[in-house]
């Protein structure tokens, strides 16, 4: 994997050098070249059965006590356009459709999307797409990023190329709703080393913080062959939520500490809950 990457960054330099020399193609397309080798961890981990299985027992009365919450909090009528970014399998978008709304779920995960798509009605729909690019311009009322599906990239700047593309998807005023781990309870009560078992998987699993991201190590056998997986989120904090939210013109308008909408607490709270409107 080191050696794939060295050989894909040393190929990656001398071909943008070429390429700026002979200004005949964007540099950009020795990115992709590069890509094709090497897939990023949240491209192929997530889309994994061993991903499923491992999180098969995810909390989906939880979302859906969430969602509804959401709706009630935030008022929205029936047929309310609903972009549900990161959806995967679907489980907020299926409730979000049975209270009304027009639901667009998306996600980089195939397997996921496919799953997602046995739910599908004319008004929920599901889709593979990358949440770095934009689809519709001003077209959504409001755009869901739930349960920590943010702050994956290698690259800071993509985390703004999200948020410039969720607001240039939402409608004037429109909605945006950010749900990602409480990063400093994460951090405080991390649990460094876990067995699971799920079906008939065992998963050894170890964490660490390095100062920026939380790293979640996945050892396992299957059919004589090992695996080894690495979930890698950056430990985004309030601080850094508000300046990336206000610098891309948002406004942030509340703060929540958990699903059942209660406040944000730094130390206590599990989650941290974003309300912020396109201003
Ligand atoms: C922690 S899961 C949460 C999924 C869903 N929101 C839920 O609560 O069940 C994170 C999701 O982000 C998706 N993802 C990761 N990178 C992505 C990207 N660049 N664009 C779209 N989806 C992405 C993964 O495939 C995965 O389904």
């Not at 079906?199 to 090992?226: L, P, T, V």
């Amino acid at each position: 994997m080191f050696f794939l990457k060295t050989l894909c960054n040393s190929v990656k330099t001398s071909l943008t050098l070429w390429l700026k020399k002979s200004k005949c193609v964007s540099p950009t397309v020795s990115h992709y070249i590069c890509k094709m080798e090497s897939k990023e961890w949240f491209e192929s981990w997530f889309d994994t059965t061993y991903y499923h299985a491992l999180y098969k027992n995810r909390d989906d009365d939880e979302a859906k006590l969430f969602v509804t919450k959401l709706v009630q909090f935030l008022n929205l009528e029936a047929r309310t356009k609903i972009l549900d970014l990161a959806c995967g399998k679907g489980r907020h978008s299926i409730t979000l459709n049975e209270l009304g709304m027009d639901v667009l779920g998306v996600d980089l995960s195939k397997n996921s999307i496919e799953r997602a798509k046995k739910h599908e009605n004319e008004t929920l729909k599901f889709d593979v797409h990358d949440m770095r690019d934009p689809l519709s311009i001003d077209h959504f009322d409001a755009v869901f990023n739930l349960f920590t599906s943010f702050g994956y990239f290698d690259d800071y700047s993509d985390n703004e190329k999200v948020i410039r593309s969720i607001h240039q998807m939402l409608k004037a005023e429109g909605i945006l709703v950010l749900d990602f781990m409480n990063s400093e309870k994460a951090i405080s009560t991390l649990v460094l080393n876990e067995i699971k078992n799920e079906d008939g998987i065992e998963f050894s699993i170890n964490r660490n913080y390095d100062g920026k991201h939380i790293y979640k190590n996945i050892q396992f056998s299957d059919a004589g062959k090992s695996f080894q997986y690495t979930e890698r989120v950056q430990a985004l904090k309030l601080i850094d939520f508000e300046n990336i939210l206000i610098s891309h013109n948002f406004q942030i308008i509340h703060t929540f500490g958990d699903f059942n909408l209660n406040p944000f607490d730094e130390k206590t709270s599990d989650r941290l809950i974003l309300i912020a409107t396109k201003k």
